[in-house]
Nanobody
Framework: QVQLVESGGGLVQAGGSLRLSCAAS????????VGWFRQAPGKEREFVAA????????MYTDSMKGRFTISRDKTKNTVYLQMNSLQPQDTAVYYC???????????????WGQGTQVTVSS
């Protein structure tokens, strides 16, 4: 079993950047694909990006490709989401999740963190 903890959220002005971290407190994190999802108030949770266990493969939602970059550091048991050119519509709670397979659907991911709030002001 994997326990995930997100960090790095906060308040940023439009055009700014943030780097989110997803750290595994226990479990063999390197065996899992990791996805980032976000949920804004009144909206469904949506896929942001995902990275395979080997880091050889990544996936992004088209609207975020080029602005967001997912990566992982196996030595630190951590997956990162670098977010640049942030806009107010990026405001949401961001969650990381782990699963044995890489994918875009939230339903497939077995392990979830508690989320971190990202607020982008205009």
């Amino acid at each position: 079993q994997v326990q995930l903890v997100e960090s790095g959220g906060g308040l940023v002005q439009a055009g700014g950047s943030l780097r989110l971290s997803c750290a595994a407190s226990r479990g063999t994190f390197s065996l899992y694909a990791v996805g980032w999802f976000r949920q804004a108030p009144g909206k469904e949770r949506e896929f942001v990006a995902a990275i395979s266990s080997s880091a050889a493969n990544t996936m992004y939602t088209d609207s975020m490709k080029g602005r967001f970059t997912i990566s992982r550091d196996k030595t630190k048991n951590t997956v990162y989401l670098q977010m640049n050119s942030l806009q107010p519509q990026d405001t949401a709670v961001y969650y990381c999740a782990a699963d044995s397979l890489l994918g875009r659907s939230a339903y497939q991911y077995d392990y979830w963190g508690q989320g971190t709030q990202v607020t982008v002001s205009s």
